[in-house]
């Protein structure tokens, strides 16, 4: 945890192979060296740093929102549809550590499990580990591994959050806010934080009752709303292209 | 706050086509209330779908629970899929209704461990607690 032992030079390193396997795309590197970024090991710092500079144009994608609103759901969606571009896709799921035991339950891979035998798409479940904003403190640095690594799409999931937990602002291009119809009066609530860094709002289970009037309701206040029912596939391919449409600035 | 600096990671699901997933969903809770990351992928997995989460997700050990009576053929192609991807050295353990007769045979296949009903789950932790890297 000492940020001393952080800065120290690559001498127990070895031979750099672990950023080359990386480079090449192997999945144990991968897995290990975010790994070893968890545990704020000095052998992922100088990875790291091999890595720099290597790090391809990933399209890097926030998923945020309430939990249980579908981001898990959406994101298995988006996945299938970029592999039908032919993208290699890489997802952070990002899951809540305790505070009182230091476990974690990570689920969120369950609503993926379309892409568990698809070598073109690497899923971590990542326990926040403390860190509160609703990312774990590892999750910058993974991002840049899966985009060395040579993933084209990196698709990040928070943890189910509230209003104030927008860190996901600061590590991607495009932040797309997940929100559930019936919560009329915490739309209003949210007003002030959550919906302020969303690019993209996407009103999930939009068959339910009241779809209409949280679309109609979000409308005044964020750029761009988005209807979809991510568990029938139903708007994600307008998703898709209101993401493209946004300007890569990283 | 306690957060442990280096949180078990493992593996919780079921293989096959049985879905009795109590018992599994007790042992997910029990190691989260011990400090370990639990990744649980829940129903219905395949060999490959374990073996591939297994590895992106970097965990020290796979725990399947097997009600079917496919066990022994499940464990061992998990073994084996982990093999041939070199990551024999993630321990495999298991539960369920596995017949006193398999559990050698299982056990001489590389599953570590085979924890049958009435499991108190302390134990289990502790079996999870003492696998080394």
């Known amino acids: 945890m000492s940020g001393s032992s952080l800065r120290k030079k690559g001498d127990a390193v070895g031979d750099g192979a672990l950023a080359e396997q990386v480079k090449a795309g192997d999945v144990r590197a991968i897995s290990r060296l975010i790994t070893l970024i968890e545990l704020e090991d000095p052998e992922a710092t100088a990875a790291l740093k091999q890595l720099d500079g290597t790090r391809g144009h990933a399209a890097v994608i926030g998923i945020t929102g309430y939990p249980g609103a579908g981001k898990s759901t959406l994101i298995n969606q988006l996945a299938t549809a970029y592999r039908r571009q032919g993208k290699k896709v890489g997802i952070v799921a990002v899951d809540t550590t305790s505070p009182l035991t230091g476990g974690a339950i990570l689920g969120d891979r ?44 990196i698709l990040v999931e928070t943890v189910g959050v509230g209003q104030n937990e927008v860190e996901v602002a600061f590590v991607v291009q495009t932040v797309v806010v997940v929100v559930a119809p019936g919560l009329g009066d915490e739309v209003q609530a949210m007003k002030a934080g959550l919906l302020e860094v969303a690019h993209i709002v996407v009103v999930n289970k939009g068959d339910r009752e009241n779809a209409d009037a949280t679309v109609r309701d979000l409308a005044d206040w964020v750029p761009l709303v988005i209807r979809t029912i991510a568990l029938k596939g139903e708007g994600i391919a307008e998703l898709i292209t209101a993401i493209e449409a946004r300007p890569c600035i990283r | 706050m306690v957060v442990a600096t280096k949180p078990i990671r493992v593996l919780v699901g079921k293989v096959g086509l049985d879905g009795h997933d109590r018992g599994i969903k007790l042992v997910a809770r029990a190691l989260r209330d011990a400090g370990m990351e639990v990744i649980y992928t829940g129903l219905h997995q395949t060999p490959e779908q374990v073996v591939n989460t297994a590895i992106q997700e ?15 053929h499940l464990f061992r192609r998990v073994l084996e899929l982990l093999k041939a991807q070199g990551a024999g050295d993630i321990a495999v353990f298991g539960g369920g209704i596995i017949p006193d007769e398999d559990i050698p045979g299982l056990k001489a296949a590389g599953v570590r461990a085979l924890f049958p009903p009435g499991t108190a789950m302390h134990e289990i932790v502790i079996f999870v607690k003492g696998l080394q890297r």
């Open chain 2, 58 to 72: 970097d965990v020290r050990a796979i725990g399947l629970s097997v009600l079917s009576g496919a066990h022994n």
């Open chain 1, 110 to 153: 369950i609503r993926m499990q379309d892409q568990s035998c698809d070598t073109g798409v690497f899923i971590r479940s990542m326990a926040t580990r403390g860190q509160r904003g609703g990312l774990a403190r590892a999750t910058r640095q993974t991002l840049e591994v899966l985009e060395a690594a040579g993933y084209n799409v």
